[in-house]
């Protein structure tokens, strides 16, 4: 499995204590896997470039914060609402959102 993010960096970027509680750090490493793993199923069957290209980095890093702040949404609620005045709610896949951009990576060439 590519590691696109690691538990420590989603700690980082969702803002946690330089030393969180451990199970803090567990749910982040449960978060980091399941990017890890979900990126990779996206790209199956792509060539991975090395270095990891930063753009999908970033996205795995942004959909790792997104995974990790669920367990903050009670009952799938953000906590804030729309122009409208409806709640927001969290998305069913953290990967959903960036899939315009995992696509530029994982749509296959024809040869």
């Known amino acids: 499995m590519t590691e696109w993010v690691t538990a420590d960096t989603i700690l980082r970027r969702a ?4 030393a969180p509680p451990a199970d803090d750090l567990e749910y ?3 978060c980091a896997a399941a990017v890890n793993a979900g990126l990779d199923e996206r790209l199956d069957g792509v060539e991975v470039l090395v270095p990891l290209p930063a753009e999908l980095v ?3 890093q942004l959909a790792g914060v997104e995974a990790y702040k669920r367990r903050e949404a009670v009952f799938g609620v953000t906590g804030y609402v729309d122009l409208q005045g409806a709640a927001v709610r969290v998305a069913r896949d953290y990967l959903d959102g960036w899939r315009p951009v995992i696509a530029r990576y994982a ?5």
């Open 28 to 30: 982040a490493e449960i």
């Open 15 to 18: 803002g946690a204590p330089a």
């Open 58 to 60: 970033l996205v795995a």
């Open 107 to 111: 749509t296959l060439g024809i040869a």
